[in-house]
C-alpha cells in the first residue's frame, strides 16, 4: 500500500517502534570514498598522531537559508542563543519539538547577511524547511540532498574536506604558503589553496587542532591535491568511509539521536507534511533496548551533553517544555569502556557449532542501525541509561560506547553492564543475524574519552563550550 506520508504510514504500522526497529535498513552509510585507503587502524592512529584528510563531500545533506527573515526563522527553531551571532561564525544548531527532545543537530554556517547554510542529518532540514513553507517567514530554502539519496550520485554543490590532527596547521600552513589563519573554534574565512578560493572553518572533530575547507564541487580535486601535497611531509592520511564513522567514539558527539517527531498532536501536522519514503519514515532503531513507547527513545539536550547550548534569552519552539525541567536532575552523557575479556568471549562465541553465538561486533564501528539504543544496567540489573554509538578505538585499544545514564552513576570508575544484541534472536533488520544477547562489563569514563580531546575541547582560543553556547 502507497502511503501519502509519514503520518499514515504510523497509523497503518500501529506500533511505531516495531515499524522502526524492523525497517530494513543499516546503518549509516559513507559514500563517494573508499572503505578504506590503508587500513582503519593506522587511519585511526593518524588522527592522534600525525594528521588526516577526512573527504565530507558525500555523506550529509546541506540546506541553504536566504531571505529577510532566516535570521529570525532559525533563531525561532533553535535551544541556541542567537547573541553576538555573525556572519563568519558557525555553530551546532541544535532544534526541538514543543515537548522540549531533540529533533537532531546540523552544523549551522552564517554565510553572509540573511545567507546560511545548514549542514548535516535530513531531520533538522526537514524541520527548517517544514517551518520555512509554512510559516509567514520571508526565505528561500535549497536542498543540496547527500550522495546517497540524489539520482545522479555524484554531483553535489560543495566539497567538504577537513584536515585534523597534531600536525594538521604545518600541513595547512604549507598548502596557504603562510601561517595558518588565527581564529576561534568555529570562526571562518577564505583562503588560497590549489589556486582557489576555499572557505574555511576553525573545527577539532577529533579533538585535535584543525580547518574544514569547502567550496564549489568544481574546484573539489585541485583543492584536495594541494592539500595532499602539502601535508606528505607531516604524514597526511586520507581517511576511508569504514574508518571515518568511528572517529566520534573519541571526541564524544553523539551523531544519531532519534528525531523525536512520531507523536503528538501538536507534530501531526508536520507528520503530514513528511513523505512516506523520507528520512523518518524509513530510518531503523536498533540494539538491546526495548520499549513499546516510542518516547521512551526521545532525547533530551541534557542527555546529549547540549544542557549548556540552552539559553532562555529568546524565544524558542520547546521553551516551556526545557524550562520546566532544566533545573531536574538529568542524565550524564559518559564513555564506556567496555572489560577485553568480556568483549573476547562474544568474539569466541562465533567459534564452535554448539556456541550460542553473540551478535557480531563489526570493527571499527559495530553500529547496525540508522539509531542505536542499546541498555546499560548496574551489575545487579537495574536499567540506568542507554548506549546510542560503540566502535573500537585503535588509539585507545579499547571498545568503547558513548552512552546517557542516570547521574548517580556516572561517576568515573563505576562499573555498570552493557547489554549487547537484540532480544528474541534478534529483529528482521538485514544486518542482524540470529543471536543471543549477552552482558559486557563496563567501566564509567569521560566524556570526550581521549584527554587530547578533552584538553583541546576546554583550551580552544575562544572556549569551545563557551563559544558553542554563544
Not at 546517497?148 to 604545518?170: I, L
Request: hydrophobic content about 35%; charged content about 25%.
Amino acid at each position: 500500500m502507497a502511503f501519502k506520508n509519514l503520518e499514515e504510514k504510523i497509523q497503518a504500522a500501529g506500533n511505531i517502534v516495531e515499524m522502526l526497529r524492523n525497517a530494513p535498513v543499516g546503518p549509516n552509510v559513507y559514500p563517494g570514498v573508499p572503505g578504506e585507503f590503508t587500513n582503519w587502524r593506522e587511519e585511526q592512529e593518524a588522527w592522534q598522531k600525525s594528521c588526516v584528510l577526512f573527504d565530507q563531500s558525500y555523506h550529509m545533506a546541506e540546506l541553504l537559508v536566504e531571505g529577510p527573515d532566516a535570521f529570525d526563522l532559525l533563531k525561532k527553531l533553535a535551544i541556541n542563543s542567537f547573541e553576538n551571532y555573525k556572519p563568519g561564525k558557525a555553530k551546532q544548531f541544535v532544534p526541538c519539538t514543543p515537548e522540549g527532545y531533540v529533533i537532531g543537530d546540523v552544523i549551522l554556517f552564517y554565510l553572509a547577511e540573511n545567507t546560511f547554510n545548514l549542514v548535516g542529518r535530513a531531520p533538522s532540514l526537514n524541520w527548517v524547511t517544514y517551518h520555512a513553507e509554512t510559516g509567514d517567514w520571508d526565505v528561500k530554502c535549497t536542498l543540496d540532498q547527500r550522495t546517497a539519496s540524489r539520482p545522479d550520485k555524484e554531483t553535489r554543490k560543495h566539497y567538504r574536506y577537513q584536515v585534523q590532527g597534531p600536525n594538521a596547521m604545518k600541513a595547512i600552513s604549507k598548502a596557504l604558503g603562510h601561517d595558518a589563519p588565527d581564529l576561534k573554534f568555529f570562526e571562518m574565512t577564505e583562503v588560497q589553496i590549489g589556486g582557489k578560493t576555499v572557505g574555511a572553518l576553525r573545527h577539532g572533530m577529533a579533538g585535535q587542532p584543525g580547518f574544514e575547507f569547502y567550496g564549489p564541487w568544481g574546484d573539489r580535486d585541485a583543492v584536495k591535491s594541494a592539500l595532499l601535497e602539502a601535508g606528505e611531509e607531516f604524514g597526511i592520511t586520507q581517511v576511508g568511509g569504514r574508518t571515518y564513522s568511528s572517529n566520534t567514539i573519541e571526541s564524544g558527539w553523539i551523531p544519531s539521536p532519534l528525531p523525536a517527531i512520531y507523536t503528538g498532536d501538536s507534530l501531526k501536522a508536520y507528520r503530514e507534511w513528511l513523505p512516506a519514503g523520507g528520512y523518518e519514515a524509513t530510518c531503523s532503531i536498533g540494539g538491546s533496548f526495548v520499549s513499546d513507547n516510542i518516547e521512551d527513545y526521545y532525547l533530551t539536550p541534557w542527555d546529549l551533553g547540549y544542557g549548556f547550548f540552552v539559553k532562555f534569552d529568546h524565544d524558542f519552539i520547546g521553551r516551556e517544555a526545557l524550562e520546566k525541567i532544566a533545573n531536574q536532575k538529568h542524565r550524564k552523557k559518559v564513555t564506556l569502556a567496555l572489560y577485553a575479556e568480556d568483549v573476547t568471549n562474544v568474539i569466541m562465541s562465533q567459534y564452535g557449532k554448539e556456541n550460542e553465538r553473540g551478535k557480531f561486533i563489526d570493527f571499527p564501528s559495530a553500529v547496525y542501525s540508522m539509531h542505536p539504543f542499546d541498555k546499560v544496567t548496574t551489575v545487579d540489573g537495574k536499567t540506568i541509561g542507554l548506549s546510542t554509538w560503540i566502535a573500537y578505538s585503535a588509539n585507545e585499544r579499547a571498545l568503547l560506547t558513548l552512552a546517557m545514564i542516570d547521574a548517580d552513576y556516572a561517576e568515573p570508575g563505576t562499573e555498570v553492564v552493557f547489554v549487547w544484541g537484540e532480544e528474541n534472536g534478534g529483529t528482521n533488520k538485514p544486518t542482524v543475524e540470529r543471536h543471543a544477547q549477552m552482558e559486557l562489563r563496563a567501566t564509567v569514563s569521560p566524556v570526550p574519552y581521549v584527554e587530547v580531546a578533552r584538553k583541546q575541547y576546554s583550551g580552544m582560543k575562544g572556549g569551545w563550550r563557551e563559544l558553542q553556547a554563544q
